[in-house]
């Protein structure tokens, strides 16, 4: 067991863990911030996509060892950024889930494109949403959520 | 806990009114309205679900305004957390603002009104409760307005109700909240009149879920996110071959684990597995994954893909038991070989795979125990956990929780998940809950997939180009076999999930033979969201596109030729596809369409994909669909369902889209081997439009993912003259 020192949407915190649990499972388990789900434990559904250091990660597979002084922001913080409010919104507005498990790594992927791309076209965010499963399929309304919310980006 | 917040325990539910109604179809319906505290004190505690199960309660008027209404089903989607208050809510003109919809626990006044159980299936929970929650909310509203009539002393035809709030002549009123003490007293009216569908303010209109924002904001917790205090995690590990035993373990190097606390064998549902308890998942995992078993696997069957489809298919040259024999049963054979097809089909296992892995939240206290679980059957579930912890079911309290997906994978007949959570507890001090959890592995290689099959069919054709004769053979085994279901569900040897969609074809074929062979085998099988009708649409709509091919005719124009007089619903929505011609205009160069069409669980659609070949596999570019479901209760959920409904149809499409068994082992194991339809894969524009009607509602949480693969090969043909009979579809 080892202590990490964190910073989880801007907050300090302290864990006493294993070094090889992943990000995941600290964030649920010890932090009890459940909103990023666990799906396929091997980085192939991005349920659990947080941001870390800004850039959106799968924490399923980032040991807990290798986060370092990087910030963390998950789906339970994103709202407090403008683009993320931006983006919750218009997910909201446009009635974009259904069960609803992928859509907090389906929101982070959305953020980070669009701070990356303010203006994305299909292909930007085919290739970014890509590596995102939602087995309820929204990918339509996913789509047109960027579309939305990339409108309202200042 | 919750234990102490519930009715009995609590002073404060003294004051509560407790109506029934009885309702003669039904035995039992029971409307209450709750007088109690304003703002339920456990709110503000940190309890997994901050709720409340009031024992037989659909309807709850709060002081302070709120109206919490119970749905009778599990939410893992498909929006009848919304639907099923707004319905109650519109015959009961409550203010949709101040509505909350709470799922119920398990309890009989909960079941579907006409199955008699409570569950989610055959998409019928709008069919089946739309006039259960109409009345509920049309007998709650009555007696708020006798409440208001007595108080004003007027008859009660001189008040009208509008957002929750009885108004009177002369400018009087009262809120619903007001009234609602008074209200309890009144005796339940037994003869209510429901609203004629010109007087809906809810229903019809597009109106938004009320979990998104939870769900949008991480806040939400799905039976996965719940934390019970002093809660322990399980894994376990479970045979390699469906069925095998363990003959001995060394669980050293699990035990060496911080965090591990306990490793033992358990009975499955089929087989033994070994579990691991621990603190956290992570340790659970680890240890489970340390463990060194030895199987047993003498006993086992090793069923294999390869050698499977060679016997289906042989099976398939030989008539099965007989679920359809309409004219001549030898007609084909009449008809000249050069105008008959011969078309023989093959369809691997899927696996369901929802997004939320199958888990199960149990305490056993030893004379009651507390379980929270997404289920779509509640009660059988009960009584599984009951049956193995030696309790009553009326000992067992079943919490629904909101549910990440499901599509058939969480209505499992022999409640295996339930089982294999019960036996843990069942081992652990008395008290301490614990989680279940089936890792993503765990559920790919878990079985209850959506069986395999063959489908041999002949088609003779007529010298009118229309199909003369079809005889057709489906090979797969039973999903109800040796289930409480198959007395219902198998007539004459045929289980009637797997010949759904061919045996009541909406299409008008003179001779027409349908028999089916169910082979035994020790692969679990499951219903996948359409069921049947997965395969039967797939075949029956290509075949029917063949046809139309072979006699050149437009495949909307031949369909509506080749339909019954009676099938309504799917020349509506046939005649409304032509109509909406959009996708017929300015097809690209390299783009095809393909049509298909469906009648599933009640409600007919019909499909136009757009398609062109990339990279060797199908791109879908636009879709439009045209449905029938009767009257829309709120058409922005049935547009999101249909647009993902025929995405997740995409699935049986998809590569790497198959579960397949070689000697008897699982060959994926993940989404690296089994993939569903990811961004790219799936439709990339969908346009629903809904055909007008004040029909009773069927559902449509099936009914789109039936279409899409059969629209797609179709188009595909267009594209490359090859016709697409084996799924999954390889590289074209």
């Known amino acids: ?154 | 806990m919750r234990r102490n917040l519930v009715a009995g325990t609590d002073p404060g539910w003294n004051r509560r009114a407790f109506l029934k109604v009885s309702a003669a179809a039904t035995g039992g319906l029971l409307v209450s309205l709750y007088l109690d505290r304003p703002a339920l004190a456990q709110e503000a505690t940190s309890a997994p679900t901050p709720k409340v199960y009031p024992p037989d309660a659909f309807v709850h008027i709060r002081p302070d305004g709120t109206i919490v209404i119970q749905v009778n089903r599990l939410e893992f989607g498909q929006g009848i957390h919304t639907a099923l208050p707004m319905i109650l809510a519109d015959e009961m003109d409550a203010a949709w603002s101040r509505v909350v919809a709470e799922l119920a626990p398990a309890g009989a006044v909960y079941a579907d009104p006409v199955f008699g159980i409570q569950m989610v299936g055959q998409s019928s929970s709008i069919t089946d409760s739309f006039t259960q929650y109409r009345e509920l909310g049309a007998r709650t509203r009555a007696m708020l307005v006798g409440a208001a009539a007595a108080r004003w002393k007027i008859p009660e035809g001189e008040c009208r109700t509008q957002s929750s709030v009885v108004h009177g002549p002369d400018g009087r009123s009262a809120t619903y909240a007001e009234l609602a003490e008074a209200a309890a007293r009144i005796p339940v009216p037994e003869k209510i009149r429901l609203k004629s569908p010109g007087a809906f303010r809810l229903i019809g209109t597009k109106t938004r879920r009320l979990d998104s924002r939870p769900k949008c904001d991480g806040s939400l917790k799905f039976g996965l996110d719940l934390d019970v205090p002093g809660m322990k995690v399980a894994v376990v590990a479970h045979p390699p071959v469906f069925g095998a035993r363990v003959k001995s373990f060394d669980d050293a190097a699990a035990r060496a684990l911080e965090g591990v606390r306990y490793v033992f064998e358990i009975p499955l549902a089929r087989g033994t597995g070994v579990a691991v308890v621990a603190d956290r998942f992570w340790p659970a995992k680890q240890g489970r994954d340390r463990l060194q078993i030895e199987w047993d696997l003498a006993g086992a069957e090793r069923p294999d893909s390869t050698r499977l489809f060679a016997a289906y298919r042989d099976l398939a040259r030989t008539t099965g038991n007989i679920a359809v024999a309409r004219g001549d049963a030898n007609a084909v054979h009449a008809i000249p070989e050069t105008r008959r097809i011969v078309a023989e089909y093959e369809f691997p296992f899927l696996a369901h795979t929802p997004m939320e892995p199958l888990n199960t939240t149990i305490r056993f206290d030893g004379d009651r125990t507390e379980v929270w679980a997404g289920s779509q059957f509640q009660t059988s579930d009960q009584l599984a956990i009951a049956e193995v912890l030696g309790l009553k079911p009326v000992q067992v309290v079943f919490h629904t929780e909101m549910t990440g997906g499901g599509f058939g994978r969480r209505a499992v007949p022999d409640s295996h998940i339930q089982r294999e959570a019960a036996a843990v507890a069942k081992r652990l001090p008395r008290g301490v809950p614990v989680k279940l959890i089936w890792t993503r592995e765990d559920d790919v290689q878990g079985g209850y997939y959506r069986p395999m099959h063959v489908h041999r069919v002949e088609v003779g054709v007529g010298s009118d180009g229309m199909p003369a004769a079809w005889r057709h053979v489906v090979v797969g085994q039973s999903l109800v076999a040796g289930t409480p279901f198959a007395s219902m569900l198998i007539k004459n040897g045929v289980d009637s999930t797997a010949v759904e969609g061919a045996a009541d074809t909406h299409y008008a074929i003179p001779n027409f033979h349908l028999s089916a062979h169910h082979p035994v085998n020790s692969v679990p099988v499951l219903w996948f969201r359409s069921v049947g009708h997965t395969h039967n649409t797939f075949v029956i709509e290509t075949l029917v596109d063949e046809l139309a091919t072979r006699a050149a005719m437009d495949p909307i124009a031949y369909r509506l030729k080749l339909l019954r007089p009676g099938a309504k619903r799917v020349r509506s929505t046939l005649t409304l596809l032509q109509e909406r011609a959009g996708w017929r205009r300015s097809v690209p160069r390299g783009h095809a369409v393909g049509i298909a069409c469906v009648q599933c669980f009640g409600t007919a659609v019909a499909c136009a994909a757009e398609v062109s070949v990339e990279e060797k596999r199908p791109r879908i570019h636009r879709v439009t669909v045209a449905l029938n479901c009767g009257l829309a209760v709120n058409p922005l959920t049935i547009e999101s369902q249909f647009q993902g409904g025929v995405g997740f149809g995409v699935t049986q499409l998809m590569s790497k889209g198959a579960i397949t068994l070689k000697d008897g082992r699982v060959e994926q194991r993940n989404f690296d081997g089994y993939s569903p339809p990811y961004m790219k894969d799936a439709p990339a524009a969908v346009d629903v439009h809904i055909v007008p009607s004040d029909d009773k509602p069927t559902g449509c949480g099936e009914p789109p993912v039936p279409v899409i693969a059969p629209a797609v090969v179709n188009a595909l043909f267009r594209l490359t003259g090859k016709r697409y009979r084996t799924l999954p579809l390889m590289a074209l």
């Open chain 1, 1 to 154: 067991m080892e202590t990490y020192e964190l910073i989880v949407n801007g907050r300090p915190m302290e864990v006493t863990t294993d070094p090889g649990t992943p990000l995941l499972w600290v964030l649920r388990e010890e932090l009890k911030m459940t909103g990023t789900k666990y799906g396929c434990g091997i980085a192939a559904c991005g349920a659990c996509t947080v941001h870390l250091g800004g850039i959106p990660t799968r924490s399923c597979v980032v040991p807990i060892s290798l986060v370092g002084g990087r910030p963390v922001v998950t789906i339970e913080g994103i709202g407090r950024d403008p683009v993320g409010r931006v983006v919750q919104d218009a997910w909201v507005s446009h009635d974009v889930v259904q069960c609803g498990y992928c859509q907090s790594g389906q929101i982070l992927t959305a953020v980070a494109l669009l701070k990356a791309i303010p203006k994305p076209t299909d292909a930007d965010v085919e290739q970014s949403m890509g590596g995102n499963l939602c087995r309820c399929a929204t990918y339509v309304r996913i789509r047109e959520a960027i579309k939305i919310a990339s409108g309202q980006v200042k």
